[in-house]
């Protein structure tokens, strides 16, 4: 029972780090209906940010907050200068233009930085929090975080006359326009988003993974399963998608198969819902007219 | 290719026919060329050129379920490595020819790929490009599964040893390989030219222009979909074991997600739902990373990145949709075809 409870904890937070980025594809597709492939290496590259920036002596939170600045202009310039051009091209000119950006930020990254793994530092103590036995504090923290992204995300939706334009872009980019939306700084916007909210998940996973260019690839394939399971443009469904992948993904791993076939795992996963739901368990059924 | 003369006025009428001629024309000399090719080189370049003959079989079975029938996969690698394993393991284990496991790793690939395509009958778009990556992300590890290991040979793989040419003829294995795939390549390409440029093909043309439209006319979007991911699968296999048998090995790890995507980048490239596109993309993914390693040690894939990029912008339909503008301009055509034509 111990050994199952310890399972679901642990599953729980690397859910906690694959939720965050679904959340960032979510974004990405909320705003502009594309999935991004480069949205690993975005947030790969912004965790090498943070971590020069910690080396330079700048203090853990403020480099955390730094980065996640920096990430959010740098997302904004991507989209105005490589999507742009872009935009009404067909979707599979699109997704070479996503691997294009996935090769460049991890080639780069291992030209900058060197392909030798590196230690990331994790802001939370050592010690588990509260005496328990079963989480560490790094793996609560990432959690919390999480869901700290994702509310924030929510009240500024929600509650904001920004995110409120934000969302009538993506839905009627026409009739917005008209009452005056700059639908093209919204998408900008979007992207800038995805590209903080990506960064927070880069940071959160470097402890545990350790920092090195290919460091994203088998989370983003973990994160695209929890988008889809949990609906592609819903936030809140991305968010439940990422843990219970994550859960999923380490009760299966422990006591039905082992480990070497976890991404097996995901495989199946992602087309047995899709097999069930096409739209992911809670998104939108779009009816088209003919 | 198949452009068509019917209808079109007197002028077109004849600007077909001497087209038609001139394509005879040239690809004839194409065909002269590519056999004189590997007594010109040097054997590394046969073998080089060797791989972009098997990749543009690849690039063609791929371009008839994404280009010509609009089903995203960004999981061929995983067919091609079905295929390569089905070829390693028929003349490791059971001792076949090389010739004879090209069949065998078709059909198998094409029985994959046609149960594949069920489930990715519900899907569209974005959803079946991350279920067929998911795919190619899991193949490495399902090739290393334990319990197959006697089989795959796990890990290592299995080595397979390279044919001799045969009836005494006196030339190298490499010349005798590239002639082979070139045989090969020959059949597929009739063979899909032929399958895409009557009834079938203009089926699975309808339905990734209109389903609901395709459907109403009585096609049977559902078997031509399944069916059309069988094909591809079929090419793709093909191309898999000529690639086992000419690298003369396999392992997991020579099948990662990259290879995937490589192809797709591969149809991007050429040109998407074009026949000759599938040699420029082939072209592209052979020699360019090795061009962009010259450029720079440091970073090639940022270079490969660019490249891509570029190429993205300034030929948004593709090298083949880039010649046959060029071709037009040149000959005083006014009319720009359609894009998606052959």
Known sequence: MEAFLHQVLSGLATGGIYASLALALVMIYRSTSHINFAQGEMAMFSTYLAWSLINAGVPYWWAFLLTVAISFVAGIVIERVIIRPVEHAPVLSIITVFIALLVIFNSVAGWIFTYTIKTFPSPFPEQPLFGNRFISSHELGAIGITLAVLVMLYLFFRFTPLGLAMRAAAQNPVSSRLVGVRVGWMLALGWGLAAAVGSVAGMLVAPIVYLEPNMMSGVLLYAFAAALVGGIDNPFGAVLGGFVVGILENLVGAYVIGTELKLTVALVLIIGVLLVKPTGLFGKVFVTRV | ?342
């Open chain 2, 1 to 342: 290719m198949s452009e068509g003369v019917k209808g079109k006025g007197e002028r077109s009428c004849d600007a077909g026919l001497s087209a038609r001629v001139w394509k005879a024309i040239g690809l004839a000399a194409l065909l002269c060329a590519a056999v004189a090719l590997p007594f010109l080189v040097s054997s590394y370049r046969v073998f080089q050129f060797n791989m972009v003959l098997i990749y543009a079989i690849v690039l063609l079975g791929l371009n008839i379920l994404t280009g010509y029938n609009g089903q995203i996969s960004l999981g061929h690698g995983a067919f091609y490595a079905i295929g390569a394993y089905v070829a390693a393991i028929l003349m490791e284990h059971m001792g076949w020819p090389y010739w004879a496991t090209l069949p065998v790793a078709g059909l198998t690939c094409f029985v994959f790929g046609f149960l594949f395509g069920l489930p990715a009958l519900r899907l569209r778009g974005h959803y079946l490009a991350l279920a067929t990556f998911a795919l190619a992300v899991a193949m490495p590890q399902i090739l290393k599964y334990k319990h197959i290991e006697h089989w795959t040979g796990g890990v290592q793989g299995i080595v397979i040893i390279k044919p001799e040419a045969p009836f005494g003829l006196k030339i190298t294995p490499d010349q005798w390989l590239y002639l082979f795939t070139l045989a090969i390549v020959v059949v597929m390409f009739v063979a899909g030219w032929n399958l895409l440029r009557g009834r079938v093909g203009r089926a699975l043309v309808a339905i990734r222009d209109h389903p609901i439209a395709a459907e109403a006319m009585g096609v049977n979007s559902a078997l031509y979909k399944t069916l059309t991911f069988g094909v591809s699968a079929l090419f793709t296999g093909v191309a898999g074991a000529l690639g086992a048998i000419v690298i003369q090995f396999v392992a997991p790890d020579s099948f990662t997600a990259g290879l995937s995507i490589n192809f797709l980048i591969g149809i991007v490239i050429g040109g998407i739902a074009s026949i000759s596109g599938a040699f420029y993309g082939a072209l592209f993914i052979q020699f360019v990373p090795n061009f962009a390693d010259q450029i720079s040690k440091a970073a090639p894939w940022a270079i490969y990145g660019v490249f891509l990029l570029t190429f993205v912008y300034l030929m948004p339909t593709g090298v083949a949709g880039f010649v046959r503008l060029a071709w037009m301009r040149m000959r005083g055509i006014g009319r720009i075809s359609d894009p998606h034509r052959v």
